[in-house]
């Protein structure tokens, strides 16, 4: 299977494993020393790239081998500490944002629907009134008059739209923080703080 590293320039040394790609940018943006690779290993591989305790090193041709003794210090384990503990807690914010945006926001504000809803308003003009048929299909199935559902429609979107915007700002806010906080507490705390700002934002 084929895994994605977190890997230090300098020694090549492995610090984490990480399985989304914005993940991994979030990680980056704490340290201008860091890339990822892309490695095959086996499928019943012993491998655990997220164990502080195990250290490995990319060689040639993306091979693993492990990390010679001279790179593993206590700021390696330091770095390699706080990385993974940033991961577990990038997580735990993608699943503040997501929950409170599709729980606060409604079906309409599914980005799917949401893109969607633009471009469908945008055929519309009510000056000349001309509104897209799939907005009129909307208000015949409401019962209501096809400029009213425009209308409507037209306020969910703005809605829509500023919760998502308020939700990514907020988003990139706390990865930052997170990239600039060590320990587990701190970044527990930086978590729940992200939530409570995030269930703010739902319902502004």
């Known amino acids: 299977m084929r895994v994605m590293l977190l ?16 993940r991994a940018r ?7 020393n860091d890339e990822t690779v892309y490695v095959d290993v086996p499928d019943n591989s012993r491998y655990d790239f997220n164990d502080v305790n195990q250290n490995y090193q990319i060689i040639k041709n993306n091979s693993i081998k492990g990390l010679p003794v001279r790179y593993i210090t206590p700021e390696w384990i ?5 990385t993974i503990l940033r ?4 997580k ?16 309409y504000a599914a980005p799917m629907f949401h893109g969607l809803l633009g471009t469908e308003l945008m055929k519309s003009n009510p000056a000349t009134n001309t509104y897209a048929s799939s907005i009129q299909e909307w208000a015949a199935i409401q019962d209501i008059p096809v400029d009213t559902a425009f209308k409507e429609l037209t306020i969910m979107h703005e809605q829509a739209t500023g919760t998502f915007l308020r939700n990514h700002a907020l988003y990139l ?6 990239g600039q906080t060590s320990g587990e507490e701190n970044m527990k705390q ?8 995030f269930l703010k934002n739902a319902w502004i």
């Open 7 to 22: 890997v230090h320039v300098d020694s090549n040394g492995i610090i984490a494993q990480v399985d989304e790609e914005h």
């Open 87 to 90: 991961l577990k807690y990038l």
């Open 173 to 178: 806010k706390y990865v930052r923080i997170l």
């Open 26 to 32: 979030g990680l980056m943006a704490c340290s201008l």
């Open 78 to 82: 330091d770095l390699r500490t706080n």
């Open 190 to 197: 930086v978590c729940e703080n992200a939530h409570m700002e």
């Open 92 to 107: 735990e914010l993608d699943g503040h944002a997501k929950s409170v945006t599709f729980t606060a926001s409604e079906y």
